[in-house]
């Protein structure tokens, strides 16, 4: 979502993989729509459209801050990383955390993939149980939103991927609205799947780096879609 008119804005559907999961969906009730893109690609606001439209919000992000202030998981950081991590209230600081996961490597990888495997199953346990409760509760449709979906494994619970779509240069300038460094970008980006394997397993493709009018028409064609 940028302002200016976009230089094609058309969601790409894969018909018959959509009418396979939808009814996947149909027989367990719930559908469950999980979010791809790159970093800074407007997962986010996606999600918050498809929740306007009356999905309901699974945050793997939300989750993951909730896992990180488990008393196992912050003492296996302090054991790991010591205090440094923490924050003046006692709790795991992200910031400091994510300059250690997302250093150059040999280090930056290597404790990356410690932090993966202490939160990964957590988050998913976690996740999962909402699902659970939305699905009792009798909701249709949920939206993961989730920055590793595939390197995870958390795309095995959902019935539909969606590939949220921008250029690079639109990515990175919206991680420097955040008050990245274009290093950190970069690094961020690498610690994921590639876009083009996610581009290859996403269902659907919405192009969001257009304007926010263009989004919501193609989310829209989407969610019918999706829906009925």
Known sequence: ME??????????????????TRQRAEAKG???????????????YVAGLFCRLGAALLDADG???EVLREPEVESAARRRW???????????????????VFAAAPDGPRELEYLEQLTHPRIEDLLRRQASELEAAGRQ????????????????????????????????????????????FAAREAAQESLEAKRQRADMVIDNSGSPEATQAQLERCWHAIVG
């Open 3 to 20: 302002d200016g008119e976009p230089k094609q804005q058309s969601s790409r559907i894969k018909g018959g993989t959509v009418r396979a």
């Open 30 to 44: 719930m559908r469950t729509v999980g979010l791809l893109g790159g970093v800074a690609s407007g997962k986010s």
């Open 63 to 65: 989750a993951g801050h």
């Open 82 to 100: 010591g205090g440094e991590v923490f924050g003046p209230d006692g709790r795991i600081d992200r910031s400091r955390l994510a300059g250690i």
């Open 141 to 184: 449709v949920a939206v993961l939103d989730a920055p590793v979906m595939l390197k995870a494994g958390w795309d095995a619970f959902c019935d539909i991927l969606v590939f949220v779509d921008a250029p690079r240069e639109v990515r990175l300038a919206r991680a420097r609205g955040r008050g990245w460094t274009e290093d950190e």
